[in-house]
């Protein structure tokens, strides 16, 4: 049975870890860290966790990061990573110690259920 509403994509805008704005300059121009995301609707969520143990605990890194790296199913070309989006790359992303700040942003995002509707 299929609802009259249905989740989708998100958008999520990187924001700046000091001026909290989705604009970082980088020198010569402005740029954004613009991610498209699923969430915990999604096909891509339930195809890590059924490829997990059944007893997935969110807060065990290795587990966390890659169900976090599959929600991101891609990413604008503005700057602000400098390869072409691809699904190692989504996970090499998140696991970079100095990434901390984005992936606990975009944790919140794909946490937050309103984003997909």
């Known amino acids: 049975m299929k609802l009259a509403i249905q989740p989708h994509e998100g958008t999520f805008y990187a924001k ?3 001026t909290g704005k989705d ?3 980088n020198g010569d121009k402005e740029i ?3 991610f498209k995301v ?3 609707s999604s096909k891509e969520f339930y195809d890590v966790v059924n490829q997990t143990d059944s007893h997935l605990i969110l807060s065990e890194i290795s587990s966390a990061d890659k169900l976090l790296a599959a929600l991101i199913i891609g990413w604008d070309d503005t700057g602000f990573i400098d390869d072409p989006y691809t699904p190692e790359g989504a996970l090499e992303l998140i696991t970079a110690p100095e990434n901390l700040w984005l992936k ?3 944790k ?3 946490e937050t259920q309103s984003n997909f509707f």
Do not use: E
């Open 23 to 25: 604009v970082f300059d």
């Open 38 to 40: 699923v969430g915990s």
């Open 16 to 18: 700046h870890p000091v």
């Open 32 to 34: 954004q860290g613009i």
């Open 104 to 106: 606990l942003q975009l």
């Open 108 to 110: 919140d995002f794909v």
